[in-house]
């Protein structure tokens, strides 16, 4: 059995994904869509198409259909729904009678033009696939609410290499030296783009409540870069022992991890964006720190992060809820650490493996239906 993934770019956390997929099937994958700082290609068999920017992060890639009909797939798994890739698939397994798996993390209908006036389309995917593939449980709940036969999803767990961020290379000691942060001062930790949809704001609102009523120095690190890096910068510089340290490598994070007492991704819903998973949730569990989170997580929505068990889950847009738990954690030791390591044997269940056999059951569903 051949079968066809389509997707739009390969980020460095589907890399392993890819190449276990790779050792159970007979199997391509084709990427519809280029991006320089996304092009983590390992050892899976694959093509990367040519592709035209019709409009800001919408490509198209006429090649692929002749790269399928070439190809002849016994399956297309197909993905993102919004995007050139997991539509034209989704078209050439219509027109080829080819069982077709849609491989979605989208929980959130963006309120914009292009997406409001194609939504009937994707609707359309969603009825339409043979089988869909989800991120977690809030995605099919989601899906389920649109409609969507409940009996055709299949959850393919969202996760990274997870050894990776068990195993950090350097000295924590020596990061902090770098980064100034005194050896014996509790740091909570961001890792994410700099950008409003990620709460930023609303975390340096709550670590300026905590650094003025906490003693034993606090410290927040900031790790990223994005279009709202500059007033992100602004805010930092009036609070306290908040830094900065820009963009960091994906293969250095597991260093900057075990630096941290806590990790702390506060996304908001917002009218074009809902955070899907989190992937950096995975990867600090991985290193053993607990993470509080909002509910607009997919991570914390989808139970990985279990409230009050390995980590907290706090409403969005409220700093006060954030800067308790915050504070819980930064100066309860023995609690961080508990929570980090039932974080850490709890992130153990979400493997490569377990993301491909979700795939897998899709697939099956696709060809029995």
């Known amino acids: 059995m051949r079968v066809a993934i389509v997707s739009e770019f390969c980020p460095p956390y589907r890399t392993g994904f890819y190449e276990t997929f790779t050792d159970r099937f007979d199997s391509k994958v084709f990427f519809c869509n280029t991006k320089d700082s996304w092009r983590a290609f390992g050892e899976f068999p694959y093509v990367e198409l040519p592709n035209y920017e019709l409009r800001d992060r919408y490509a198209i890639a006429p090649g692929l259909f002749r790269a399928l009909r070439s190809y002849d797939p016994d399956v297309v798994v197909g993905s993102p729904v919004e995007g050139f890739g997991g539509q034209a698939s989704y078209l050439y397994a219509k027109a080829t009678g080819t069982p077709f ?61 997870t050894s990776k961020f068990a195993a950090p290379q350097g000295e924590p000691e020596a990061l902090r030296r770098e980064l100034d942060i005194p050896v014996d001062s509790p740091v909570a930790m961001f890792v994410g783009r700099m950008i409003e949809s990620k709460g930023v704001r609303y975390l340096i609102d709550a670590f300026e409540r905590v650094e003025e009523r906490m003693e034993g120095d606090p410290y927040l690190l900031l790790v990223g870069d994005g279009d709202d890096y500059d007033s992100f910068e602004r805010r930092a510089a009036e609070v306290p022992n908040t830094t900065l340290a820009g963009y960091v490598e994906n293969d250095q994070l597991p260093d900057y991890y075990a630096l941290a007492d806590c990790f702390v991704l506060p996304s908001v819903q917002t009218a074009v964006f809902r955070e899907p998973w989190g992937l950096v949730v995975n990867e600090a569990m991985s290193s053993g720190t607990p993470v509080i989170a909002t509910g607009q997580v997919g991570a914390a929505a989808a139970g990985v992060v279990e409230d009050g068990e390995n980590g907290y889950v706090v409403p969005e847009r409220n700093a006060a809820a954030l800067a308790d738990r915050l504070e819980t954690l930064l100066s309860d030791t023995d609690r961080a650490a508990t929570f980090g390591e039932r974080a850490r044997e709890r992130i153990q269940e979400f493997d490569y493996d377990r993301m491909v056999d979700g795939v897998a059951q899709a697939i099956d569903t696709a060809r029995e239906r």
């Open 101 to 161: 798996v849609l491989w979605t993390g989208e929980w959130h209908l963006p309120l914009t033009t292009l997406r409001t006036t194609t939504f009937p389309l994707v609707s359309r995917i969603y009825d339409g696939a043979d089988a869909i593939a989800v991120y977690g449980p809030h995605i099919k709940q989601y899906l389920t609410d649109l409609g969507v036969d409940p009996a055709k999803i299949s959850i393919a767990w969202n996760t990274v290499d």
